[in-house]
């Protein structure tokens, strides 16, 4: 099965009072070794959302075979300036299974 976690994110004013350059760097500071760590267990992809929703700014999915890899990812992410400074607040988790109704009719026959 494929789990994929959706990280809803709102930016906070420390983070969007940075130069965009200074952001970007700090991303890949902190994020790189992460998933450095993770490489071939765990995908993340990220989506822009502030245009669209006063929910959350930003939007992280993770894509893995075992959720134990997105509970690593969230620990590291946990530990880092990201949250810790904070530039970031996690509004939400989704987790979901791709396609797990698929996996249900050929477990069960259905």
């Known amino acids: 099965m494929n ?7 709102r930016a906070t004013p420390a983070w969007l009072s940075l130069p965009r350059a200074r952001r970007r760097a700090l991303a890949d500071e902190h994020l790189g070794p992460i998933l450095q760590r993770l490489e071939g267990q765990l995908q993340m992809r990220f989506f822009d959302a502030e ?3 006063a929910q959350c700014s ?3 999915m993770t ?3 075992d959720p134990q890899h997105h509970y690593f990812f969230m620990e590291g992410l ?3 300036p990201l949250i810790t400074q904070p530039y970031f607040d996690v ?3 989704i987790p979901a299974i791709e ?3 698929k996996a249900y009719e050929e477990a069960t026959g259905a």
Do not use: M
Request: hydrophobic share 50%; proline share 0%; no cysteine.
């Open 78 to 80: 946990r530990d880092s």
């Open 63 to 65: 894509q893995t075979a």
């Open 58 to 60: 930003d939007v992280v």
């Open 3 to 9: 789990y994929v976690f959706f990280i809803l994110l």
């Open 51 to 53: 245009a669209f929703t």
């Open 91 to 93: 509004v939400h988790i």
């Open 99 to 101: 396609e797990g109704y």
